[in-house]
T-cell receptor
Framework: SQQGEEDPQALSIQEGENATMNCSYKTSINNLQWYRQNSGRGLVHLIL?????REKHSGRLRVTLDTSKKSSSLLITASRAADTASYFCATRNDTGANSKLTFGKGITLSVRP | GAGVSQTPSNKVTEKGKYVELRCDPI?????LYWYRQSLGQGPEFLIYFQGTGAADDSGLPNDRFFAVRPEGSVSTLKIQRTERGDSAVYLC????????????FGPGTRLTVL
């Protein structure tokens, strides 16, 4: 079963604009991660935020986490055509050393040149 | 070094046949995961190995699915008596041990059951 739900399901923006994607989840988590997937194949890890963190930055990426609302957002600033991809949030729910990731259904981002 | 590799990249089989999907993890990664992704969905967990042992196989849908990692490196996902509903992209990932370590994904094997 999938824990995360991303919102919106699809997003289309102009190059240079910011893209904001949201994720909600149901159970308590240890950490939340965002992944990008091109062409329906391999996933690339973007950023991880721990349950005791509220905000994290990595280059043009900014992720926030609100554990009281069980939600996270991913902001991509100054978007580029190359950012066109599907984006997934994934949660780790327990403290096992190598516990599984539970993914949402994903958001399809299209950046128009 | 090289990333996670999976073979074959595509596999077409007939209903009822047996298939094996292979995953070569990043050297030194003790944790290995299998996920399955259907069209328009996110990856769904199948099984994970810590070393040679299956530490969590709770995601395997039924007893037609089985996976091994005999030497703690390469893993094989085996599907018996394939059904059309098994058609999906099967993704493998590996990581170092630890809760906050990134999982590195392979390109996946697209399985089509006719």
């Amino acid at each position: 079963s999938q824990q995360g739900e991303e919102d919106p399901q699809a997003l289309s923006i102009q190059e240079g604009e910011n893209a904001t994607m949201n994720c909600s989840y149901k159970t308590s988590i240890n950490n939340l991660q965002w992944y990008r997937q091109n062409s329906g194949r391999g996933l690339v890890h973007l950023i991880l935020i721990r349950s005791n963190e509220r905000e994290k930055h990595s280059g043009r990426l900014r992720v926030t986490l609100d554990t009281s609302k069980k939600s996270s957002s991913l902001l991509i600033t100054a978007s580029r055509a190359a950012d066109t991809a599907s984006y997934f949030c994934a949660t780790r729910n327990d403290t096992g050393a190598n516990s599984k990731l539970t993914f949402g259904k994903g958001i399809t981002l299209s950046v128009r040149p | 070094g090289a990333g996670v590799s999976q073979t074959p990249s595509n596999k077409v089989t007939e209903k009822g046949k047996y298939v094996e999907l292979r995953c070569d993890p990043i050297s030194g990664h003790t944790a290995l995961y299998w996920y399955r992704q259907s069209l328009g969905q996110g990856p769904e967990f199948l099984i994970y190995f810590q070393g040679t042992g299956a530490a969590d196989d709770s995601g395997l849908p039924n007893d037609r699915f089985f996976a091994v990692r005999p030497e703690g490196s390469v893993s094989t996902l085996k599907i018996q008596r394939t059904e059309r509903g098994d058609s999906a992209v099967y993704l493998c990932a590996s990581s170092l041990s630890g809760l906050f370590n990134e999982q590195f994904f392979g390109p996946g094997t697209r399985l089509t059951v006719l």
